[in-house]
C-alpha cells in the first residue's frame, strides 16, 4: 500500500515557475476582459470568454482552470474583478454561474483541444463549442435558480433562453473562432512555457 502511495507522489508533477507565470498573466487578461466591452446592439458583451478558452488552450486544461479559478477566488474575496464589483455576495448574483463555467469550460476545453501534440482547427473549435455550451448551461440554470429561488425576481424559461442565450451567443460563437485562430498562431510560442 505505501509502495502505491509512493508512485502516486512521484507521478504529480510540480508547477514550474514559468507555469506559474503563465497562470497569473491569463488570471490578470481574464480580469482586463472582463472589462473590455465590444458595443454591439442589444447586447454588449466582453473578452472575458476568448481569455478564459484562451487560457484552456494554451495553457492545457488543469493550469487554465487553475488562473480561471483563481480569478474567481480573488473576486470572492473582494477584488472588484467580475463585472458588477466583487466580494462572496456574488454568489448570489444570477451571473455568477457563467464564471463558475469558465473554469469548467476552461479544462473542458484545453484536454479537448491538448489531448493531440498537434490539433487541427476543426479539434480546437470543437473544444471551444463545447466549451461554449458549458458556459451556457452553468450560466443559465445558475441564473434561473437564483432568480426564481433566491432573490425572488422570477425569471421564465422562454425571457431566460432570450436574453441570456439567444442574443449573447453570437458574439461568442465568433470569440470561439478568433480563438481558435489565436491558438494555433500562438502555440509555437507558448509550448515553451508548458
Known amino acids: 500500500m505505501d509502495y502505491q502511495k509512493v508512485s502516486l507522489i512521484q507521478k504529480n508533477k510540480k508547477i514550474t515557475t514559468k507555469q506559474l507565470i ?7 487578461l481574464i480580469a482586463v476582459g472582463t472589462f473590455i466591452k465590444i458595443p454591439i446592439p442589444v447586447l454588449p458583451f466582453t473578452l472575458q470568454f476568448l481569455f478564459t478558452m484562451m487560457a484552456g ?4 486544461g488543469e493550469l487554465g482552470a487553475c488562473s480561471v479559478f483563481v480569478y474567481m477566488l480573488l473576486g470572492l ?3 472588484p474583478i467580475f463585472t458588477e464589483g466583487g466580494g462572496i455576495g456574488y454568489v448570489f448574483k444570477p451571473t455568477f454561474g457563467y464564471i463558475i463555467g469558465f473554469c469548467i469550460a476552461s479544462y473542458v476545453t ?3 483541444a491538448n489531448k493531440v501534440s498537434n490539433p487541427t482547427y476543426k479539434r480546437v473549435l470543437l473544444g471551444n463549442f ?11 440554470i445558475y441564473y434561473y435558480i437564483i432568480c426564481n429561488f433566491v432573490i425572488n425576481t422570477p425569471i421564465g ?3 431566460l433562453f432570450l436574453y441570456c442565450f439567444i442574443l449573447a451567443v453570437p458574439g461568442d460563437i465568433l470569440l470561439c473562432v478568433i480563438s481558435a485562430v489565436l491558438y494555433k498562431r500562438l502555440i509555437p510560442a507558448v509550448k515553451f512555457f508548458r
Open 130 to 140: 463545447i466549451g461554449l455550451v458549458i458556459v451556457y448551461g452553468f450560466g443559465m
Open 22 to 28: 503563465m497562470c497569473s498573466l491569463f488570471t490578470a
Open 57 to 60: 488552450l494554451l495553457l492545457g
Open 77 to 79: 474575496i473582494g477584488l
Open 157 to 159: 424559461v422562454w425571457p
Open 110 to 112: 484545453g484536454k479537448i
